[in-house]
């Protein structure tokens, strides 16, 4: 009888182990951006925030998606929107044509249904973010950028660049990012020198 007790706490405690595992990965992904596309911010411009210091905002979208993106020391955050709109019923309108009736053109008043749209959106975060700089890979998932990283952003040749974001089903994305970001870069990832010290 004890060993079955002793059989059933390994075993519980094997499920919870391998759930964790399970788990554990989601919780490491870029955390959402604090705008979105429409925010009165000042775009590819470094700016002073009260939370996170210099940062720079980006955005890329179209008419069905927005990619938005900030970037401090503090940590990378991005947000990628679907915008779509669903027909969720219909209303009748009432409309004037001309016909050709007894010899003659006539106005004609008809009906016609008419869709009614409703706006969606939905957003996500990828789980990481993917940089190649002079044939080197760089990932980006959470926290506080490492100095590596931070030293490679710096680097970049002034002009646009591309980012890859992936997302939780392993697929990915391209996203160009503008010039004016890449060249905050060197202000918000620049590595400052230690302070020098003084001999008593």
Not at 133 to 139: F, M
């Amino acid at each position: 009888m004890r060993h079955k007790s002793l059989d059933w706490r390994i075993s519980a405690w094997g499920m919870s182990f391998g759930l964790l595992l399970a788990i554990a990965p989601s919780a490491f992904a870029v955390t959402p951006v604090s705008v979105n596309q429409d925010a009165n911010v000042s775009w590819s411009n470094v700016v002073e925030n009260p939370f996170d210091g210099k940062l720079v905002y980006d955005k890329h979208f179209s008419d069905d998606f927005a990619f938005v993106s900030s970037w401090s020391k503090q940590g990378i955050k991005a947000t990628y929107t679907e915008y779509w709109s669903d027909v969720v019923g219909y209303r009748r309108v009432w409309k004037n044509r001309r016909i050709w009736h007894h010899d003659r053109y006539i106005n004609e008043r008809y009906s016609d249904p008419e869709p009614i749209y409703e706006k969606r959106e939905r957003s996500r975060s990828p789980k990481a973010l993917l940089f190649s700089v002079q044939g080197k890979i760089y990932t980006y998932t959470d926290g506080e950028v490492d100095p590596e990283l931070a030293a490679a952003l710096t680097s970049l040749p002034a002009g646009n660049t591309t980012i890859r974001a992936v997302w939780n089903n392993d697929q990915t994305t391209d996203f160009p990012i503008g010039a004016g970001t890449v060249e905050a870069w060197k202000t918000i990832f620049k590595v400052e020198p230690p302070p020098p010290r003084f001999k008593n």
